[in-house]
C-alpha cells in the first residue's frame, strides 16, 4: 500500500510537512528522530487522525500498518497493534534509529547496543542498555528505538502506538539469544511486510 497526501488526515499531513521540512534542512539519522519527537507528541494529542484500517489486530502476530511514506523515501510513518503478549523478538532497523509515540495503552521497549565485533560470522555480542514504558495520554508516551531493540505488550489491553522512521524498512537482522554467559546472539535476516 502507497498511502498519499489526499488519503490522510489533516494531523498526519501536517506532522508528514513537518517531517520533510527537518529532512530538507539537513537531519538525519538519530536527530532526525529527536528532532520529529516535538511534532509526534503534538499529533498524538489530535483526536481520530488515524485512519480506521490502523486499528486492525491480528491474533497471531502485531500488525504493522503504513500510514504514509514519503515520496522520495525521506521517512515512513506506520501504525502497530499490539495485542496483550504480542511483540517483537530483538531486531534492528537496518542501521537506523525510530521513534514511537503510544495513541492508546503502553508498550515494554528494550534498547540495546552491539558491544564489539564477534569471531564468529553471523553472531554478534549485545547488551541491554534500557528500557522504556511509553503511555499513551501521560508525558511519558514518546520515546527512541535504539536501532537494535524489542517491543512487547506487557498489559491485559490491546495497545495501539505510531512509528517513524527515517526511511522505508524492508529487511531487518533479528537477534537470537544463545544461553551463552557471554551475551552473544545469533543474527538471522528477515523480510518485513505489513499487513494487509
Known amino acids: 500500500m502507497n498511502t498519499t497526501i489526499s488519503q490522510i488526515s489533516e494531523p498526519i499531513n501536517q506532522f508528514s510537512k513537518a517531517l520533510e521540512f527537518l529532512y530538507l534542512k539537513g537531519f538525519r539519522g538519530r536527530d532526525f528522530m529527536r528532532a520529529s519527537e516535538p511534532g509526534l507528541r503534538r499529533l498524538l494529542m489530535e483526536k481520530n487522525f488515524l485512519p480506521d484500517f490502523a486499528f486492525e489486530s491480528n491474533d497471531s502476530s502485531y500488525s504493522r500498518h503504513l500510514i504514509f511514506r514519503h515520496p522520495d523515501d525521506f521517512f515512513t510513518i506506520a501504525a502497530m497493534v499490539w495485542k496483550p503478549e504480542q511483540g ?12 514511537l509515540g503510544m495513541v492508546s495503552g503502553e508498550l515494554e521497549v528494550k534498547n540495546f547496543f552491539d558491544m564489539e565485533k564477534h569471531p564468529q560470522k553471523d553472531f554478534v555480542y549485545l547488551t ?9 495520554r501521560t508525558p511519558n508516551n514518546v520515546c527512541s528505538c535504539a536501532d537494535i531493540h524489542m517491543v ?7 495497545s495501539v502506538s505510531l512509528h517513524v522512521y527515517p526511511k522505508d ?8 539469544p544463545t544461553n551463552s554467559e557471554d551475551n552473544t546472539y545469533k543474527i538471522h535476516k528477515i523480510q518485513l511486510s505489513y499487513s494487509e
Open 152 to 158: 512487547v505488550n506487557r498489559s491485559v489491553n490491546t
Open 169 to 176: 524498512i524492508e529487511v531487518c537482522q533479528v537477534f537470537e
Open 128 to 136: 541491554k542498555v534500557e528500557t522504556y514504558t511509553p503511555l499513551a
Open 88 to 99: 517483537t523478538p530483538i531486531h534492528d532497523h537496518d542501521g537506523q534509529w525510530g521513534i
